[in-house]
């Protein structure tokens, strides 16, 4: 069969190596010859972003982050950077944190050098995300891409073991919808069977020891890989389950993607024989639900949506919601019944159908 597709990649700068944060900011400040930064980190961020700036000279530091951005928090820090005279953000944090400078990038078209805490991705991708009166709206906008991202897995030897293995299924979650997300291509398959690999490998070590940094550095690798496949291949059934679940129930992000993922998978896997190929030779087991619950098993991962908080009696509600976000490219169709049966087996706990 001839290949046929067409990729965009993202153009960004990505400097990786434990311990090397302070240095590597330093240097990309100074090639990026900006004199007024703004860093942005949340108040539980602060002592590892207070270290990681040390190196330059920070005009100020923006502590005001919640999470899914609040319009009113991004336009608080957008009169900062305004009044402040930036010339370049940093954020050094989570999602909630990366998500706070690309609001701020996104109306004044300042660069972004982001240094991540977690495993989310949001450094590596084009998407913004914005909350208000608890609808959140995505968008995607190259204004937003950071310019360079500083990976330091020492950043990350602080997240509790709890929160690491959400944060690298959230990861894994790009990885998987990457397979038949509506953009995907032979380039996004490739870059996630390779982040599922180095998730597969990382988080258990992180389990095992949380001082690992060899474990967390596989981790942010892998994270890497998959929010890149994920920007190229965009969002897949799975992320348009989370995105409906966290912006209308304000579940937590990446408890909600760790435990809707297995469903997801299990539903779409005997439709998509090249995913599955794919995602079982990544796990190297034999199906590519037998690698993931494996794994699941070993990371004691969050189960059911109702310890995320969800209410069983929304469920309905929520399966209207999802209906028309569905993706034409997902590989088998999905009916109303597909999702409500779905979404009550992620809200118990129970076993994933087919596994
Ligand atoms: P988060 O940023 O809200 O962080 C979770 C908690 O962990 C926070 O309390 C934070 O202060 C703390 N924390 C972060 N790093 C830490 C560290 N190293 N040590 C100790 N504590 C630490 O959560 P998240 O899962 O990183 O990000 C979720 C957000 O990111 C959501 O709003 C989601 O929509 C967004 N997101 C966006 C994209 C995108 O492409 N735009 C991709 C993924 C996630």
Not at 80 to 102: F, H, P, Q, R, Y
Not at 154 to 159: A, C, P
Not at 269 to 289: L, V
């Amino acid at each position: 069969m001839s290949l046929v597709f067409d990729h965009v990649t993202l153009g960004q700068r990505v400097l990786f190596g434990s311990g090397r944060a302070a240095e590597n900011l330093a240097a990309e400040v100074d090639r990026l010859g900006a004199s007024r930064v703004m860093v942005i980190a949340s108040q539980s961020e602060h002592s590892v972003a207070r270290e990681v700036a040390a190196g330059i000279d920070v005009t100020v530091f923006h502590d005001d982050v919640a999470p899914h951005v609040p319009v009113t928090k991004a336009d608080k820090a957008r009169a900062a950077a305004t009044e402040n005279a930036i010339d370049l953000l940093v954020c050094i944090g989570g999602g909630s944190t990366t998500g706070l400078a690309k609001a701020v990038a996104l109306t004044t078209g300042l660069p972004i050098v982001a240094v991540p805490t977690t495993y989310a991705g949001s450094e590596a991708t084009n998407v913004w995300g914005l909350t208000e009166a608890a609808h959140k709206t995505t968008g995607v906008d190259d204004a937003v891409l950071p310019a360079t991202v500083v990976y330091d897995a020492q950043l990350t030897l602080s997240l509790p073991v709890e929160l690491s293995v959400a944060s690298g299924l959230n990861a894994m979650a790009h990885c998987i919808d990457s397979m038949w997300a509506p953009r995907t291509d032979p380039i996004n398959k490739a870059l996630a069977s390779e982040g599922i690999r180095a998730l597969a490998d990382g988080l258990p070590a992180i389990k095992a020891d949380p001082h690992d940094v060899t474990g967390r550095e596989q981790a942010q690798y892998g994270a890497y890989l998959s929010a890149v496949a994920f920007a190229s291949a965009g969002s897949g059934l799975h992320h348009q389950i989370c995105h409906v679940l966290g912006g209308a129930y304000d579940l937590p992000h990446a408890q909600t993607h760790a435990t809707v993922l297995p469903y997801v998978l299990a539903f779409n896997a005997p439709a998509a024989p090249d995913a599955e190929r794919r995602i079982a030779a990544a796990f190297g087991t034999g199906t590519a639900s037998a690698g993931l619950n494996d794994l699941r098993v070993v990371l004691d991962a969050p189960r059911a949506l109702k310890d995320c908080g969800l209410d069983e009696a929304a469920i309905p509600e929520a399966v209207e919601r999802i209906l028309p976000f569905v993706p034409d490219s997902n590989p088998r169709p999905v009916t109303s019944h597909d999702l409500e049966t779905l979404l009550l087996a992620a809200h118990s706990g129970e076993t994933p159908a087919g596994t």
